[in-house]
């Protein structure tokens, strides 16, 4: 018996070879320097923050060089298949219009190289570790758990490296016959890679990141295909997708650099072009005085269902990703401010290689400007929306409260200067909540200042409501008013001339306003006064004047 017939004996119905893909899956017609790139995520669990750089970059990578990204779902391990991780990611992508041109979903096929999905291409991969047995590069292997486990025990307490190479690969030399006798006397194999590498010989790897590497040639005989489902590992399966699928770059995550070495050689042995890699830093998280790398166990910002949740606008978590891809890019942004972020000159060379910081302050930081720069209507919009998905509560409120809630969303956002309040959609109902007479209903607790006398609160504000309020004063007018009032109940509207004398006052003008500020929103700090008096109406401001008698 040959290679060819124990190959044959293995798979029976496969009749196409590596060369019949060739011109299945052509060259792409392409222009010079286009990228052909992929997010080929695992469905073993849910999108995290680095997933969501990994694929911004192929975006970036994709758009700016006129090329293709394409999406490729891995699901060889289908044991470890978490529910609803497919859909969860196509719903990321599509929520953060990062979607690539290529892709297969909920049977829809985008695209002239699929299958996309990993395990609708069983027939493919068996057809390239067909032609791998039929030339004596890979084998069947029979070691059992317990030999395997009891080869690695024995690793360990010897400190020899980890792994099936020389003498611990048992069934590497067995003829085609002793092979075949074992297949039909029906005991489990798993297809391994024959190595013709040399641990100590040495060969030159360039990554993009991180320049020219220096890797001992790989020297196992790795599994490239299971037993049981007869799928292949990681491995070859990313050996053949991105070979066929055309793929020029690669972005993956730095836990991948050492299968640089096998990854080598069996692109070698298959005489094909190596993608260039983009190894990606790992993700870092400032935990008190440590940093360590951020952990979807420990974290929840780990996980995209986070910023979704939270309201977080779509490009701040776009341009909070690319902050820490790329060291340049917050001064990019900050010269471009309206371009699209797949403009950006995204360069592999000015990632950090030692790891990558995610500051959730920085991105409270970023989604605080974009917020601030959106019209009112547009903010409650998002606001809105985000309010119907995860808090019906707050849904309710500001739907019934429209007009009032844009007004107060507009207070301060058209100057200069406008205020910058809100880190993302959740956390404006907390900034938000005295506007609206439903949210009374909680235990009031009012934040008074320097003046706390209830009867001189009372008789201020019941002054104010009955002698001086005009619903059709302009700001300036108001202010007048109020100093006026300040004067007559004396204290000194003058801050400079308060300061020199203050026992001469019951107190500032800024004592007084604060009165007013507190009994009409609880709070010692809000936004313009003016502006949430004129929301809330004269009607509204004596129901809150009464609510202080009662609860104060």
Known sequence: MTYKDL??????????????????????????????????PSPTGFMHIGNMMSATINYVLAKSSGGVFFLRNEDTDQARTVEGAVDFIHHILNHYNIMPDEYEYQGKVVGEYGPYIQSERIEIYHAFVKYLISIGRAYPCFLTPDELTEIRDYQQKSKKRIGIYGKYAKCRDLTPDEAAKRIKNGEKFVIRFKSQGDFNRKFVFEDLTQ???????????????????????????????????????????????????????????????MPKYIHTSLILKKDGDTIRKISKRKDPEALMFYYEEKGYPIMAVIDAVLTIANSNYEEWRGNNPDKPFYEFP??????????????????????????????????????KNWAEKYNKEVYDIISKNETDTI????????????????????????????????????????????ITDKDEIIKIMEEYLDNYYNEEDLEEEWFNKIKELCTKMGYQENMKVYKENPNNYKGSIADFTMVMRVVLTTLDMTPNLYDIMQILGKERMKKRLEIFKLKY
């Not at 592999?348 to 009112?376: C, Q, V």
């Not at 301060?412 to 005295?434: L, Q, T, V």
């Open 346 to 383: 995204f360069s592999p060379k000015k990632m950090s290689p030692s790891g990558a910081l995610f500051d959730l302050d920085k991105l409270d930081n970023i989604s605080k400007n974009y917020i601030a720069k959106m019209k009112a209507t547009e903010l409650y919009q998002e606001y």
């Open 211 to 273: 320049g020219k590497i220096e890797f001992p040639e790989n020297d196992l005989d790795v599994p490239i295909m299971k037993s049981g489902d007869l799928l292949p590992t990681y491995h070859f399966a990313h050996l053949v997708d991105d070979h066929l699928m055309r793929t020029t770059h690669v972005v993956r995550g730095n836990e991948w650099m050492s299968s640089v070495p096998l990854h080598y050689e069996l692109f070698k042995t298959f005489g094909y072009k």
């Open 407 to 450: 007004k107060f969303l507009n207070i301060e956002r058209n100057g200069k200067k406008p205020r910058k309040d809100y880190e993302n959609y959740a956390g404006i109902f907390d900034k938000s909540w005295y506007m609206y007479d439903e949210a009374w209903n909680r235990d009031i607790e009012y934040h008074l200042g320097k």
């Open 7 to 40: 190959a044959d004996l293995i798979f029976p119905n496969i009749d196409k070879t590596p060369e019949d893909y060739e011109k299945i899956y052509p060259e792409r017609n392409l222009k010079e320097g286009a990228k052909v790139v992929r997010y080929a």
